[in-house]
């Protein structure tokens, strides 16, 4: 009997060291899980970080861009505009020579340019 006693308790202890060995394997299993888990949070969480940034850097170029072609629309608006004048005025000139009063003005125009250097001397 002695024998079977030490054999159960062999066993018994056995069992116990199984048991032991198997909840220290969970334990660490549980572990390696829950660090996975954060690492790939931390790695997901910096693959958004990084979109937004991108994403970010991409929607103020798209407006700097847009910003740029405005001025450069309003700036062609503009230059069309004074050509416009311009040509509107070089036209006015020219049809001021036919008008009944171009000699006394080109006299008027003469005597004061004459009189300003008068002045002047």
């Given at each position: 009997?002695?024998?079977?006693?030490?054999?159960r308790a062999?066993?018994?202890?056995?069992?116990?060291?199984?048991?032991?060995?198997?909840?220290?394997?969970?334990?660490?299993?549980?572990?390696?899980?829950?660090?996975a888990?954060?690492?790939?949070?931390?790695?997901?969480?910096?693959?958004?970080d990084?979109?937004?940034?991108?994403?970010?850097?991409?929607?103020?170029?798209?407006?700097?861009?847009?910003r740029?072609?405005?001025?450069?629309?309003?700036?062609?608006?503009?230059?069309?505009?004074?050509?416009?004048?311009?040509?509107?005025?070089?036209?006015?000139?020219?049809?001021?020579?036919?008008?009944?009063?171009?000699?006394?003005?080109?006299?008027?125009?003469?005597?004061?340019?004459?009189?300003?250097?008068?002045?002047?001397?």
């Amino acid at each position: 009997m002695a024998i079977d006693d030490i054999l159960r308790a062999l066993e018994e202890q056995a069992q116990a060291d199984i048991e032991q060995i198997l909840a220290d394997a969970r334990a660490q299993a549980e572990a390696i899980m829950a660090q996975a888990r954060d690492e790939a949070t931390d790695t997901a969480q910096k693959h958004v970080d990084n979109a937004e940034r991108v994403t970010r850097a991409k929607a103020a170029q798209t407006v700097n861009a847009a910003r740029l072609e405005s001025k450069k629309r309003v700036a062609a608006v503009k230059e069309g505009a004074v050509q416009d004048v311009f040509v509107q005025a070089q036209e006015a000139l020219e049809r001021l020579r036919e008008t009944d009063g171009y000699p006394a003005l080109l006299k008027a125009l003469a005597e004061e340019a004459l009189a300003g250097t008068d002045a002047g001397a």
